[in-house]
């Protein structure tokens, strides 16, 4: 079966990649379309060797569109998203709208592919936040051996999380630097520029950031429950690929090589892990790549079944455009084209 997709959101930069690996994957289309804003309807975005004019996301029907691919923001897709459900189009949203909602699976499809058959109760299934997708993919396949207590997690997140003016902004700032002018700020609270800012969305009554917030929630939901996590997350001035340092206490015994092995067999994930001085991947190197990066794995000897990790992907694709596809193709395979 082929599908008339939607991509909402289209010119910003994880529409754009969106619309880059469906063509890529050949996901089977018989239509796409790109939506925006009324202020960007008529400009052009690419899909494969096409270009497609983008609509109006306010002037769309969505009735006969079969997915939708949301990305335009929580407060839009909280408008758009439950009308092109009711309209019959299964969305798939990247924002943080409706992660933690009862009645919407949040899925990564290596990691719980199963919770998708859900997607009934409202037609929407939640993309999770680009920091978390990562750490569960590289969390699940040590959790089915040893079962996780707890996790400690420091994310190096790049400015592209934040979207294409954070981009501009760390670009700008740096040249600036060099050329001395006057430093400007309006993106982040602080410098970004040689610099790194521990704050990534609002504050929270506890201290922790939002963010910081969402990882714990949203592993819980995807992972186990049961699963203790504290995450300090960091902004830091790199444009693409997020870096995750994780320290996780086992249930049960857990050897750095058999974790090595574990991982190495596990979908999705690639493990580079050597002991010499280029045998780990940064986040430059998973740039434009589809698989987490696993490195620097090692036992902790101040706890009891300790075992500490070095993560990193690109949070364009993986944490966010890639993953999103994904569950369209478990949808293809498992649910929509038995259900036509």
Not at 102 to 111: A, R, S
Not at 245 to 257: C, G, R
């Amino acid at each position: 079966m082929a599908y008339k997709v939607a991509v909402v959101g289209a010119t910003g930069a994880v529409g754009q990649e969106m619309l880059k690996t469906l063509s890529e994957r050949k996901f089977p289309v018989t239509d796409v379309v790109a939506l925006a804003s009324a202020e960007s309807a008529g400009k052009k975005v690419s899909f494969g060797d096409d270009d497609l004019v983008v609509q109006a996301l306010d002037k769309y029907d969505f009735r006969g569109t079969h997915i939708g691919l949301f990305s335009p923001g929580a407060k839009v897709s909280a408008i758009y998203a439950p009308k092109a459900g009711s309209a019959g189009c299964v969305v798939i949203d990247n924002t943080s709208q409706f992660r933690m909602d009862p009645d919407v699976p949040l899925i990564v499809p290596e990691v719980n592919p199963h919770a998708i058959a859900g997607y009934t109760k409202r037609n929407i299934i939640a993309n999770p936040n680009c920091s978390t997708i990562q750490l569960v993919v590289a969390l699940k396949p040590l959790h089915d051996i040893a079962r996780i207590k707890r996790v400690v997690v420091s994310t190096y997140q790049s400015v592209s999380g934040a979207g294409r003016e954070a981009m501009d902004e760390l670009f700008s700032q740096t040249r600036g630097i060099y050329v001395n002018d006057a430093m400007k700020r309006e993106q982040f609270t602080k410098q970004i520029a040689f610099n790194v800012i521990p704050h990534i969305d609002v504050f929270m009554d506890d201290g922790s950031t939002k963010e910081e917030w969402k990882m714990m929630v949203e592993t819980k939901k995807i992972l186990d429950p049961k699963i203790k996590l504290t995450a300090t997350c960091v902004r830091v001035p790199v444009f693409v690929g997020h870096a995750e340092a994780i320290n996780i206490e086992f249930e049960k015994p857990l050897s750095a090589d058999d974790a090595r092995a574990a991982l190495r067999r596990a979908p999705g994930i690639t493990v580079i892990d050597h002991r010499r001085d280029d045998g780990y991947v940064t986040p430059a190197e998973s740039a434009g790549e589809d698989n987490v990066f696993i490195s620097r794995i090692r036992e902790d000897a101040t706890i009891e079944n300790g075992l500490t990790l070095w993560v990193v992907a690109d949070n364009l694709r993986k944490g966010a455009a890639l993953n999103a596809i994904q569950i369209a193709e478990v949808l293809d395979k498992s649910y929509m084209r038995t259900a036509a």
